[in-house]
């Protein structure tokens, strides 16, 4: 029982990515082959299915985004190979969306389970809706979990990969909302005599904790 | 197999994957520059020839192996 307590644990953020190795559409790969890249790594219910059809679509819609933002996708679901490989050549013949990313055929769960993809709740064989964000050191960042019935919205994806790498690029935090270009958060002092300096720094304070900074 | 078919002939980009290190690429890095393939898809199909004894990893990088080399010689 324990044993499996382990083995269905999710991964938490700032902890180094479960390690795979996993036959996909375009061959084995290894979680490692993706070192020094961002990586998406996304879960869907099933191929041939209605939402998760419109989700690579829109998942194809924005690689080349992603790409320029040194992101690689790489998409998972418990169907076989063939099954990715039709749907995929499906999805091109009936729209002309062309799937350049990679897909897991997870039939034996074992990146499923380390990744925490399956919520008896909402299914007890199908992955739900995850995302991780997988930084270059492979160190999970991000995760987002969405219903089997909700599809992601990708414009959140793309602010989410901003906001990290802004995150990293200039030590600041992202308020509310915040998208490229606007002002970001600088991090709060975290002495009495930095906070009495801060209101002095020129940036644009509500008070002391809460100031923002053009990049 | 990503860069062998199962008649044992390199796929289109496992033929470029081939023809980089015979041109005399050696790391992952520089193969995926000059091949435009993905980081990732590099790093996959070099393992791929590695086991299948159409490349071998040395201090230095990737090389072709005898083998590789005979099965570049065949290709068109």
Redesign the interface.
């Given at each position: 029982m324990e044993e499996l307590k382990q083995e269905v644990r999710l991964p938490r953020l700032g902890e180094p990515a479960p390690d795979f190795e996993a036959v996909t559409t375009?061959?084995?790969?290894?979680l490692?082959?993706?070192k020094?890249?961002w990586l998406i790594l996304f879960s869907h219910p099933a191929d041939f299915t209605p939402v998760c059809t419109t989700e690579f679509m829109a998942f194809a819609e924005i690689y080349e985004e992603l790409q320029k933002r040194g992101v690689?996708l790489l998409g998972l679901s418990v169907d076989s190979v063939s099954s990715h490989i039709a749907w995929v050549r499906n999805v091109e013949e009936k729209t002309g969306v062309k799937i350049p990313f990679p897909i897991i055929a997870d039939l034996s769960k074992e990146v499923t389970l380390r990744y925490g993809m399956i919520h008896p709740g909402q299914s007890k064989t199908e992955t739900v809706r995850c995302v991780f964000v997988i930084d270059p050191n492979q160190i999970v960042r991000a995760i987002l979990y969405y219903p089997l019935t909700t599809g992601r919205n990708m414009y959140e994806i793309l602010r989410l990969v901003d906001a990290l790498q802004t995150t990293d690029q200039h030590g600041v935090a992202t308020p509310a909302n915040w998208k490229p270009g606007d002002m970001v958060v600088v991090p709060p002092p975290n002495t009495q005599e930095m906070a009495e300096e801060r209101l002095k720094q020129g940036y644009e304070c509500l008070d002391w904790y809460l100031c923002k900074k053009k990049l | 197999m990503a860069c062998i078919s199962p008649d044992g002939k390199p796929t289109e980009s496992g033929t470029k994957l081939l023809r980089s290190l015979k041109s005399g690429l050696r790391s992952p890095e520089e193969i995926a520059k000059g091949t435009g393939l993905p980081l990732f898809r590099v790093r996959s199909g070099l393992r791929e020839f590695a086991q299948a004894g159409l490349a071998e990893q040395k201090d230095n990088g990737y090389h072709l192996s005898p083998k590789g080399t005979e099965l570049l010689g065949s290709l068109p």
């Open positions: 375009q061959g084995t790969i290894k490692e082959d993706y020094g890249s690689e | -």
